[in-house]
C-alpha cells in the first residue's frame, strides 16, 4: 500500500473492490497446481490504482 495512507482513507466502494481482487488473487493462488507460477500482476496493478486514487484525494491533488 501506498506510504501514507491508511484502509479508513478508502471510501466503502473502494474498500469493497479492493477486499474482492484480494479474494480473487487468493482463488488464483488455490487453484495454481502446485508450482507457484501465478500471475497476480494485472490484480496488483488495479488495488495499486485504487491506492493512488485515494492517496490524490488524501493529498487534496
Same mark, same amino acid.
Request: net charge positive.
Given at each position: 500500500?501506498?506510504?501514507? @495512507?491508511?484502509?479508513?482513507?478508502?471510501?466503502?466502494?473502494?474498500?469493497?473492490?479492493?477486499?474482492?481482487? &484480494?479474494? /480473487?488473487?487468493? +482463488?488464483?493462488? @488455490?487453484?495454481?497446481?502446485?508450482?507457484?507460477?501465478?500471475?497476480?500482476?494485472?490484480?496488483?496493478?488495479? &488495488?495499486? /490504482?485504487?491506492? +493512488?486514487?485515494?492517496?490524490?484525494?488524501?493529498?487534496?491533488?
Amino acid at each position: 500500500m501506498a506510504k501514507d @495512507i491508511s484502509f479508513r482513507d478508502f471510501t466503502l466502494g473502494e474498500k469493497l473492490r479492493v477486499a474482492g481482487l &484480494v479474494a /480473487r488473487m487468493g +482463488k488464483r493462488g @488455490i487453484a495454481d497446481n502446485g508450482t507457484g507460477n501465478v500471475d497476480l500482476s494485472d490484480l496488483q496493478k488495479r &488495488v495499486e /490504482r485504487i491506492e +493512488k486514487t485515494a492517496e490524490r484525494r488524501k493529498n487534496g491533488k
